[in-house]
């Protein structure tokens, strides 16, 4: 069998995408890029998707949900008018989540399940995937974003991640659900700066140029200057993601529009080998 990452994306997760019927117009086109780029993921067939979510918060250790099924409601705790109950039900993998917990533990990362029945996702979670696969077709495993973990081993996370995809042989995509720059002010519809919105648009540039080697050589910097979100953790996880998958055949591509967010850059983008 033949598995490994086969896609590697970025998608918005900003709450007023929560609730379609009461969303702004400014964050309609990321709602569009979403459905969209769902269609073109359900269309190349994963077998599971890996969500890195910036929402899930873990202090010391990675988790990973190993759950046969994911059935709750969600509640964005930081914004409960905005989504203040949304239920949503999708399978689970937990073999795979099993055997990713036990490979990045045996290479020293400190890794666990999330087996606990009362656990109920992050609104970083539910939003895109409510969007990106609403009949709840493809098997999901979420990760959280971990503050004691630094950029180095966020971005060793897709490497995990691909290695037990290869050993199972699961086509999987992995997707990192996070902003870009994140320098947040009161005001939802207020844009990033210029400068800001420029440093988004040279990352993107690099992954479409396929110069993955310069992203990643240039991230610190980019995650500084950009004020990424959760400390550019989550975009580092699509790094490493991408780092393993990527060859001369690997395309990238933009899903529906770049768009702000309380002073957020958002976007959905992939890189993969069936891109074209």
Known sequence: MHGGIIASAIVPHTPRMGVEETAPDFVRPLIEGLRE??????????????????????TFNWYVSAHA?????????????????????????????????????ARGVPFKLNESEHFRWDYGSYVPLSYIDSAGTIPVVTIPTVILSDLDESMAIGGFV?????QEGKRVAFISSTALTHALVRGPERWPSDERQALDFRFLKLIEENEIDAAIEWFPRYAQESVGEMGGRVVASFLGAARVMSTERCRARRFGEYRQSSGSGNISFALSEHLR
Do not use: M, Q
């Open 37 to 58: 780029f769902g269609n073109w993921l359900r269309s190349i067939e994963p077998d599971c998707i890996v969500l890195h979510t910036t929402h899930w918060v873990s």
């Open 69 to 105: 099924e994911h059935r709750g409601v969600c509640v964005a705790e930081e914004a409960p008018d905005l989504i203040s109950g949304s239920p949503y039900r999708f399978p689970g993998a937990p073999d795979f989540a099993s055997s990713l917990a036990s490979l990045a533990s």
């Open 162 to 166: 691909d290695a037990v995809a290869k």
